[in-house]
T-cell receptor
């Protein structure tokens, strides 16, 4: 089976712009979670989607949003980018709820905000 | 709140030496616990997981971890370090969503 894929792998944006990141889960996986990784804050949970519904959300401002499509592919959007949004954004998929199933991570999208 | 604490942001060992990476969790109930490894410019790879079936958990690449409820610990060990083990290691716990420790960077000296 193909693993979790994330596009694009690298992205450079300017403050104030918005960005959309994409994640394709492993075939058959219905749950997709997103994480932000920075040197200062480490790995932080953004949100989890299961069957097109947001099941859980981390402590991030409303500028961060996401959605999941019927084929389980997911996108996350960050509006009005700030310098502090520069990070590696990781997507993970699992068969079911992350509370019960192990997660498989993609390689990440490295976002740089200038 | 449920969390994990990794003791030591950097650990350096010689090739062939024992690897010990420490993780303590805070929980009032038996948690789901995980160890992940991250190589440069890559995502996280699952090393092993504890789900209350057995206290000693064996993972990939020769790693294992022991769940000790009395010490609220889930330390990761490997008897003999290889150069290829150099990476960042994360302990994580799930209650609802997944919470990661700050990570421990392992350096292996030749």
């Amino acid at each position: 089976k193909a693993g979790v894929t994330q596009t694009p792998r690298y992205l450079i944006k300017t403050r104030g712009q918005q960005v959309t990141l994409s994640c394709s889960p492993i075939s058959g996986h219905r749950s997709v979670s997103w994480y932000q990784q920075t040197p200062g804050q480490g790995l932080q949970f953004l949100f989890e989607y299961f069957s097109e519904t947001q099941r859980n959300k981390g402590n991030f401002p409303g500028r961060f949003s996401g959605r999941q499509f019927s084929n389980s592919r997911s996108e996350m959007n960050v509006s009005t980018l700030e310098l502090g949004d520069s990070a590696l954004y990781l997507c993970a998929s699992s068969l079911g709820y992350t509370s019960s199933y192990e997660q498989y991570f993609g390689p990440g999208t490295r976002l740089t905000v200038t | 709140a449920q969390s994990v604490t990794q003791l030591g942001s950097h650990v350096s060992v010689s090739e062939g030496a024992l690897v010990l990476l420490r993780c303590n969790y805070s929980s009032s109930v038996p948690p789901y616990l995980f160890w992940y490894v991250q190589y440069p410019n890559q995502g996280l790879q699952l090393l092993l997981k504890y789900t209350s079936a057995a206290t000693l958990v064996k993972g990939i690449n020769g790693f294992e971890a022991e769940f000790k409820k009395s010490e609220t610990s889930f330390h990761l060990t490997k008897p003999s370090a290889h150069m290829s083990d150099a990476a960042e290691y994360f302990c994580a716990v799930i209650v609802g969503d997944m919470r990661f420790g700050a990570g421990t960077r392992l350096t292996v000296k030749p």
